[in-house]
């Protein structure tokens, strides 16, 4: 995937400026930057949620997922239900082997309503492991994570993400070094 030249304005305050990158097929990628850089701008931008103001955004035709930084879940739905939304012809026990690797064993017929943040938080992220995608946009999908869990989580979905085309937008150096390896670029948003 490849960003040329993009730029985002909301009235004066420009937040990304002549922005490009290129995101090699088939590696995990991080872009790193501070809070209210833009970073999320960039990822609605990427999945066609927001327009640019300028610039371009070569695809190639990949279908892509995402894990928003709000879960995005179907609060009646269980945990399995959920995760089944990722793909049509998904079926409960593919779900519910996904939600095992990621601790939710216990939880995975409950209601998303009745779980807590990390336990959501690990919802999104199987319903975006399940979907049939070449390409994974990942917005601080580890937050609402402690520690333990956070790391368990990265290297599983880490392990999962092999092969496809991985950006991980994150503010935290340690999650961007164990997820990305030496793949991790700074966001520099008013390039110019």
Known sequence: MTVLNLCKSYGEKAVLNNFSAHFDAGEI???M????????TLFR???GIE????GEIRHDGAKTVAVFQEDRLSEPLSAIKNVCLGRRDATPDEAKALLSALGLA????????ELSGGMRRRVSIARALIADADTVLLDEPFS???EDTKASVMR???KALEGKTVVLITHDIEEARAFAKNRVYPFLSHQG
């Open 33 to 40: 930057g501070p809070s209210g850089c833009g970073k999320t």
């Open 106 to 113: 216990e939880d995975a017929e409950k209601s998303v309503k």
């Open 29 to 31: 990628s991080a872009l």
């Open 51 to 54: 327009k640019a103001d300028a």
């Open 45 to 47: 931008i990427l999945l």
């Open 156 to 158: 599983f979905t880490r």
């Open 144 to 146: 609402a994570l402690d």
